[in-house]
């Protein structure tokens, strides 16, 4: 018999999400083993979650220290050979930090803190987290976050448009993309993108904080739960999990 998927759900100082993470890994039959970031060694994981929250950790630009904590190097090399990795929020940041995918993320252009349920509209639907999405409807999230503008040169931004990796954008209630929906002033109201193979999932909303009715919405659980179907449809990752 096939154990359940093992999720990796990193720990930072200051982290604030790994426990919701790890309660919906639970939701959706996932054994999620909390790793402190100055582990070298992700174990037999099958999948990697970067969560935010790392209020007093956050110097410089935003994950610019965080990038250089020892289990990274072991979360490059995961994301290298293919393995599903998500970062949400402050995940999200140190993932551009560290090269693993394009582009930084900036103070929002308001100068205000922003904590809020927001719409998204769906670019791409692929991968190990978007599987259970579809390109063009509409999701809502929570967003919680000072510094979540997407930033990068025209040329990069337009590499990620042509090759569909811009999979989120903020929105209004109806799935327009509107200057009045982006709620941090993110370039083309990009709210998540995926790396060149599409296993590498950054955006800056949460996820795991929209995983229960009881909460205000299910959309985040909808992304968490799309890993299990991905995962049968990967011979290395079945062949691990025997």
Known sequence: MSRAPRVAVLVF???????????????????????????????????VVLPGGFAHGDHLRTGAIARFSPVMPAVEAFAA????????????????????????????????????????????????????????ETIRLPISHGEGRY???APVLDELEATGRVVLRYADGDGTVTPDGNPNGSLRSIAGIVNERGNVLGLMPHPERAAEAEVGGTDGLRILRALDAWLVMQPAAAERRL
Do not use: K
């Not at 599903?84 to 100068?111: K, M, W, Y």
């Open 81 to 136: 050979a293919g393995g599903a990795v998500l970062g949400s929020c402050n995940g999200f940041q140190i993932l551009t930090e560290a090269g693993i995918l394009p582009g930084v993320l900036l103070r929002n252009d308001h100068l205000q803190f922003r904590c809020d349920w927001q719409p998204l509209r769906v670019e791409g639907a692929t991968g190990p987290w978007l599987g259970e999405l579809h390109a063009g």
């Open 13 to 47: 100082p200051g982290t604030w999400s790994d426990r919701d993470f790890a309660h919906v890994a639970g939701l959706v039959g996932w054994d999620a083993r909390m790793v402190w970031h100055t582990e070298v060694d992700l174990g037999d994981a099958d999948a």
């Open 151 to 153: 930033y990068a040169e």
